[in-house]
């Protein structure tokens, strides 16, 4: 559950960004911050992910109250966390296989789990056929499911997208935001900052609306029941929450097959290499 | 394990992409470190050389001309009696004579000295070599020396060696200031190259904080970097001086020899053998870079990536 209570954030320069606060967003839900420039959106994502600190008020991050945590526990506390951003900002020296496997070498992971979570994020995000390919031989969307895959790997139990689909054309937006649908029905609460109307209008969730650092507007909308990709079928956020059913196929499935004897090829490419390994065989993206 | 790997890999790869930077800031260190093995090699040989020079050249006593033999062996009671002296040595006129003629007529000494074939030119010149147990007590044994009215002349190893201790404090004084210019610009450098690195890997940091890596995680492939070039900066003059020193016992050995310089020089002016100078050399050469690449990145570091 992510809870804020009278949280007002004003940076050194004076710009009082968020003020009083009140929000409750509860495990497994999915909610767009919406609202103009400025508006204090941001502030928000930067809050939950603890790179900014509330001037007042408190906020609670599953059981972390965020201005109390200590310095060593953050870390710990943000594996529970995804980020995606609207510039992706994948590595650009590494292929698609190693910018998701970068999360968890991070963390430590050791070989075999990288070996087991990077095809199974690369097959959930439809991105097994791409895994060899460098970041700039991608389309837009295929970046940004890149980007939501490194997110996904470690599984945590809260995605924060900010405007995860505004470099993207209509059909792009569309793919990312039945990703980001069905990762959240297997149980990850899922925040999105988006200008977008259309799109918010078009998922009809739960939208909070922010005005000049305040909320303006809080409403619930039914979700619309899209069936769920089968890859998720087997995905979990770390903490469970209660399980989703298990539905049809219904986002473009991925169907590109694992070559299993080139596990070993994935873990051994060096990905320190500043040159981007031979793709020949790899289709470039197109603008998927 | 596979996080401490992947940060020595991660190390290794920025010392690859800032090549420019990693050499300049090796060289820099090579150059400090190397000066550092110079200095060290100078000052510890010039220590031994003026050790060797107080205790191998011991004190001299000429007498004068009226002195007897009695007197001359109540004298030599009284000193060892007077107590520090290892040994008292007598030299004749004859074998003062002898090495005269062996130090300075070389090969011709029989030739040359054929002139003065029935007329020692040092008949007055017998003389006590006096060994000390202790140099330090030098200036006291040779106060009480002068004391003996028969006694003409005292000559001990004093102008030699203070000079010599000049000479190395003189050297170590430049040594150390160079040392410490070069110290000052390989800080600088290393902790450019860091920044650079850090500057570099912004957005991957940036990624990296935000996934949850530790500090560790995050700072160790710069320490990683800063270290691996103190180490080769380290070992290219470690290296070198291994080579040179070498030579350099050779070529002073060979220069001693061949010029027939005074039998004492011989025994005086000879480096310290390699053995003797490189361990402990070696090891402060290998402190020092390691240490420096270390402690520098640590803190460059430390200020850029506040998690």
Known sequence: MIEFRNVSKTYDTGNRAVRNINLRIEDGEFVFFTGRSGSGKSTLIRLITRELKPTEGEVKVNGWDLGRIRQRDIPKYRRSLGVVFQDFRLLNDRSVFENIAFAQRVIGASRREIRENVPEMLKLTGLSAKYKNMPFQLSGGEQQRVAIARALVNRPSVILADEPTGNLDEKNSREIMNLLLDINRMGTTVIVITHSRELVSSVGRRVVVLDRGTIVEDRTAVAEQRPISTFFSEYRPKPKPAGQPHRPVSVEEDTAPFDEDDEDDWLDDDYDDDEPEAVEEQKGGTGG | ?307
């Open chain 2, 1 to 307: 394990m596979s996080a401490i790997l992947y940060c020595f890999r991660q190390g290794l790869s920025n010392l690859r992409r800032n090549f420019l930077f990693t050499a300049a800031s090796a060289a820099t260190i090579a150059a400090c470190i190397f000066l550092f093995c110079l200095f060290y090699s100078i000052v510890m040989n010039v220590q031994h050389i003026a050790y060797q020079a107080e205790t191998t050249i011991g004190i001299t006593v000429f007498f004068n001309e009226s002195a007897t033999m009695e007197e001359k062996e109540t004298v030599r009671r009284e000193i060892e009696e007077h107590g520090g002296v290892r040994e008292i040595v007598y030299k004749s006129a004859d074998e003062a004579w002898e090495s005269f003629k062996n130090d300075y007529f070389g090969e011709h000494a029989e030739e040359l000295a054929a002139a003065f074939a029935d007329d020692n030119p040092l008949a007055q010149s017998d003389s006590f070599e006096i060994f000390l147990e202790n140099i330090e007590d030098q200036e006291d044994e040779v106060r009480y020396i002068r004391s003996f009215d028969i006694v003409r002349e005292v000559n001990y190893a004093n102008s030699v060696v203070s000079a010599l201790r000049s000479l190395n404090r003189v050297i170590y004084a430049v040594s150390l200031a160079i040392i410490v210019i070069l110290f000052a610009i390989s800080v600088f450098l290393i902790s450019n190259t860091i920044s650079l690195a850090a500057h570099f890997r912004k957005r991957e940091n940036e990624i990296m904080k935000l996934i949850g890596a530790t500090n560790f995680m995050i700072r160790a492939p710069f320490v990683v970097e800063g270290t691996v070039i103190g180490l080769i900066g380290a070992l290219i003059p470690l290296i070198l001086i291994r080579l040179i020193y070498g030579k350099a016992e050779m070529y002073v050995a060979d220069r001693i020899q061949n010029t027939g310089s005074l039998s004492a020089l011989r025994d005086v002016a000879q480096l310290l053998p390699f053995g003797r100078v490189y361990p402990m050399m070696a090891l402060a050469g290998l402190v020092l870079g390691v240490g420096m690449g270390f402690v520098v990145s640590f803190f460059t570091i430390r200020k850029h990536l506040k998690v």
